[in-house]
């Protein structure tokens, strides 16, 4: 047998991908999903993977206790959410507890109050709850988990790695967005060239490459039926303005 060549970790690039990660987290799946829907895996870190972990876990409790139940991609997924809140039902001082109630206190202190144009599509006001205070997902937590998705999308649909320059970006899609223009515009050319990936009802992926230039990726990405993430993977050349002259990176 051939040594087997060491895979790099397709996050950092740089350490073993000694660990299998879940592309979307195991947890993520709604229970309504069919045995048979493929659970992708790509090699990472044991500290990328510990990482994203815990940001997939933060990220999942949040948007779980902001969503109803009836649509087939969120189902269930609530009341797992309001479960793993709920410590008044364990023994005080129990790990659980402690856990749990560490867990509430976080999200307690991230609360803020509800405004239209930084609230999730899908997202927003519920009328039964007269408080106008609103649970924080937090953009940083959508955009680095919507990074780990595209390179993590990268490498199962293309088979390669996102190596500087090429680097990712991504638009998570809030409602009364500014950049609903911009979104029309990526759909129109996303259509004649795109292909669907679905993942069972919690999560589609509509992704595509430029035709003149196969570097270029672009991804839509719909989880749980609720929160739509734009992403690209490209290779641009920043202009970096210094009081000279502009300079190319
Ligand atoms: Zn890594």
């Not at 490498?155 to 991504?170: D, M």
């Not at 500014?178 to 795109?194: A, H, I, M, N, S």
Request: glycine share 6%.
């Amino acid at each position: 047998m051939g040594k087997r060549k060491r895979k790099s970790c397709i996050y950092c690039l740089y350490k073993e991908g000694s660990t299998k990660d879940h592309l979307f987290p195991r947890r993520w799946y709604p229970s309504s999903t069919s045995s048979k829907i493929q659970r992708i895996t790509v090699p990472a870190c044991r500290e990328c993977n510990q990482k994203y972990a815990k940001i997939e876990d933060a990220l999942f409790l949040r948007v779980a206790v902001s969503l109803e139940d009836p649509v087939d991609g969120a189902r269930g997924l609530s009341e797992i959410g309001m479960k793993r809140l709920r410590f008044s039902d364990h023994p005080i001082g129990s790990k659980e507890y402690k856990v749990r109630k560490k867990a509430f206190m976080e999200l307690l202190e991230e609360l803020q109050p509800y405004k239209p144009e930084s609230t999730l599509d899908g997202f927003g006001p519920k009328p039964e709850i007269r408080s106008e205070f609103a649970v924080k997902i937090g953009t940083e937590r959508l955009l680095k988990i919507g990074e780990k998705i595209v390179k993590g999308l990268e490498y199962e649909l293309f088979g390669r790695l996102v190596r500087p320059p090429r680097r990712v970006e991504i638009y998570p899609v809030y409602i009364n967005d500014r950049l609903t223009p911009y979104y029309e515009k990526w759909q129109e050319l996303l259509d004649p060239v795109k292909k669907v990936m679905n993942l069972g009802p919690a999560f589609k992926v509509e992704f595509g490459t430029d035709p003149c230039n196969a570097e270029t990726s672009l991804f839509r990405m719909r989880i749980w039926d609720h929160i739509t993430i734009w992403g690209w993977c490209i290779n641009r050349t920043r202009i970096v303005r210094t009081s000279r002259n502009p300079v190319h990176q």
